[in-house]
């Protein structure tokens, strides 16, 4: 017998007026074989259940069982039951997309704009040198999660998977709030933070939230597209903002952005360029926040991996006047798909962002926030984050050896020493987009600067990831990446 599937639920659709119920559950049975709805090897439960379950006589489905067996779309076995037999090759149903589809889908594609940092990318196969937002999952430590969530898993009664803390489950907030508190400079309570599934989910709750059609929201330029993203999605009116060696032009921003409801940042490691804001700048942003009456949304991503000196505290760490809403996530300090990431609000706003946060979904995803609470109140999040620290500052190492080496005179990499990825700036005549092109054709994966800029000319770069490549794959992808921008 072949290893089966689990056994079949199918819904069945309603029985045509004049159609016997012989004939009603047999062209149900054959049409779920056929159009793969139920596919080679799925298990049949037995035909007294099956009858029980949809209000069948037993007789009636014994009949059927034993034409569609008959019929080679059934196999069985005494005492092994019954299954969907191997030799059926199902056909795909008649698909609803080849028709063309109805107005309303029409009008929403239409309308749709794709943003520019993803368009024109290839859909993405397996991770190639140099893709960015990849951690390192073979150094991740499994064993060890999968015991503390083995240990949750066990305890469903427990209170984690049934209470219902709008905020998120309390007691990561406190370890956030600690964590917090130690390695970013930030005093804050468990109460101002709300767990979101990262700062995607984050930005979009505090668009919403913070601005209306047409209202201005300063952004860095070049900046993170996730942030352009939300904005552009509730019609607000972005100003783009030039930053230099020290951040944002602050003083561009009052002068071009006036009236503007807020700003986004990235002050420990800008986005795409990598640099951090210096305290002269921090301070004028915060004197025009405040002045201004302006928020100032602090996106700390990154910010866990500075490979030398020490860190830089949080922007939040030196606000007066609650203006800075930080927002961060655990993407690269564990791994992407956890979906954890939080939002630190000010004390008056903090209700606010959690009853936005309740329009799109009631509650929070308790069970793995309670592993992670686990594991950060047991201190394992500070080992990993050592132990991470160590090694991509290796691969960094690397990233920049082989640069000097092979691609001297052709892209700069830049030596800013945090972050999981760097932006490289071109020194032969390519354009972003140019170098983009030649670096995929060679099998290397980049991102152009240009897709990261709003008024700004081409920053003329490529942003490299190195996280989740080894030292061998690194200097690899860098002789590939020379041998590519060279021709
Ligand atoms: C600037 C910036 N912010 C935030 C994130 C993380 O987003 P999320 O927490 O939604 O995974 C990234 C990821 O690449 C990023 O580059």
């Known amino acids: 017998m072949p290893k089966v599937k689990g056994s079949l639920e199918l819904p069945l659709r309603a029985r ?67 299954w969907v037999s191997d030799r059926v090759t199902p056909r795909p149903p008649s698909s609803p997309q080849l028709a063309t589809p109805p107005d309303y889908i029409r009008r929403a594609i239409a309308a749709y704009k794709k943003p520019k940092a993803f368009a024109g990318l290839r859909s993405l196969g397996p ?23 083995a240990r949750r898993a066990r305890n469903t009664g427990s209170s984690p998977l049934n209470d219902y803390d709008p905020r998120g489950y309390r007691p990561l907030r406190e370890a956030i709030a600690h964590y917090l508190g130690s390695s970013r400079g930030i005093g804050c309570t468990a109460g101002q933070v709300i767990l979101v599934s990262g700062v995607q989910q984050a930005l979009d709750l505090l668009a919403r939230l913070l601005l209306k059609p047409g209202a201005k929201v300063w952004m860095e330029d070049p900046g993170y597209f996730g942030s352009r993203i939300a904005f552009e999605s509730v019609a607000a009116k972005i100003i783009p903002v030039p930053v230099d060696s020290e951040g944002i032009r602050v003083s561009i921003g009052r002068k071009t952005g006036a009236a503007a409801a807020g700003a986004y940042v990235t002050p420990a490691h800008q986005f795409p360029l990598g640099m951090a804001m210096s305290l002269g700048r921090r301070m004028e942003l915060l004197k025009w926040a405040s002045n201004a009456g302006a928020f100032i949304i602090e996106d700390d991503y990154d910010s866990e991996f500075r490979f030398e000196g020490r860190p830089i505290p949080a922007l939040l760490s030196l606000d007066r006047s609650s203006s800075v809403i930080l927002v961060g996530s655990f993407s690269k300090m564990l791994f992407p798909s956890l979906r954890i990431g939080y939002i630190v609000a000010p004390p008056a706003l903090a209700d606010f962002v ?103 000319a081409d920053p003329k770069g490529l942003l490299l990831g190195f996280a989740s490549f080894n030292e061998t794959a690194i200097r690899e992808g860098v002789r590939k990446l020379a041998r590519a921008l060279s021709e």
């Open 127 to 149: 991770a190639r040198p140099f893709r960015i937002g990849g951690v390192d999952l073979q150094e991740f430590p499994s064993k060890l999660w999968a015991g503390l969530a």
């Open 354 to 456: 959690v009853a936005f946060r309740a329009r799109t979904d009631f509650r929070a995803i308790h069970f793995e926030q309670a592993v992670l609470a686990d594991f950060m109140e047991r201190g394992h999040l500070g080992r990993h984050l050592r132990r991470m620290r160590e090694i991509y500052s290796a691969r960094y190492a690397a990233l920049l050896e082989a640069a000097q080496k092979h691609l001297a005179g052709i892209l700069e990499v830049r030596n800013v020493h945090c972050g999981l990825y760097t932006a490289a700036h071109l020194k032969n005549e390519m354009s972003s987009s140019e170098a983009e092109k030649a670096a995929s054709a060679a099998g290397v994966e980049t991102l152009s600067l240009d897709r990261c800029t709003l008024a700004a």
């Open 16 to 82: 045509s007026a004049g159609q016997s119920l012989t004939d009603w559950l047999y062209e149900e049975l054959r049409s779920a074989i056929l159009e793969g709805r139920s596919p080679p090897r799925t298990r049949l439960p037995a035909t007294r259940d099956f009858a029980v379950l949809h209000g069948l006589s037993r007789g009636t489905v014994v009949q059927v069982f034993e034409r569609l067996h008959s019929e080679g779309y059934l196999s069985t076995r005494v005492g092994a039951g019954t």
